[in-house]
């Protein structure tokens, strides 16, 4: 007769606790500007039968090794695995225009580059959020700027990016009042991060900001049908 065995305790799995492990190890700590031309390619789902291409910003290092392309999309600088949504795209992949490649992972000579970059510029952890990258912006991003319901919006062009140690980016904006010689430079006393004064604030790359200046009726359409959810 075999001896009984006392159950083994419960094991207290703390799913938040993994969550924030596993969002940690997502966080970046190195970037990289995109001077190349390469694309990130992406799908959208009303349009199975058509790809579209956009210049990617940057590069990024994560925490967990792997190395990522950067977009600037909807609220923030974006890692473009992570865009797949039903509505706005699904990413497909990286294309080199000039030789019409397409690759799912970063070129090598990137992961190289932030690699190296990240052991030579270590940096300690604390408490507070610090600032530890700056990058300018390239591609004449704009960003869509709203702050009470009733308030006009505000267009406003991003003139760069800082990394903060927390893995968190932010566009820099520029002071009209503040600004005291040109061009303007990050690192300039006027430039401000955007969610530092803005409730929302929404990015588009050049031609599209034009095309909201210039008031035109399809793009304003589907800009009031995007930032609708978010008023409500």
Known sequence: MGIPMSPRPARVIDLETMRQRQAA???LIRLSPELDGLEMVYQLPAEPGTYYGM???AWGLREDGRVVGLVPWMEHLTPCQQLDDPEHGHFIGYRDPETEELFEQAPEHKVLELE?????FEYEATHE???????PDT?????????????PWQLKQVFGWRLYSDGGVEALLADETQIESTPILPGDPCLYTGHSRHRMVYFFQRQIANRIRQEDPATLEALALMVMPEEE
Request: aromatic letters at 4%.
């Open 116 to 120: 190296q970059a990240a052991a030579y």
């Open 25 to 27: 190890r997502r966080r």
């Open 55 to 57: 210049p990617l910003l």
């Open 129 to 135: 959020p610090t600032l530890i990258q700056q990058l």
């Open 139 to 151: 591609q004449g991003t704009h960003a869509l700027c709203m702050d009470q319901d009733d308030m």
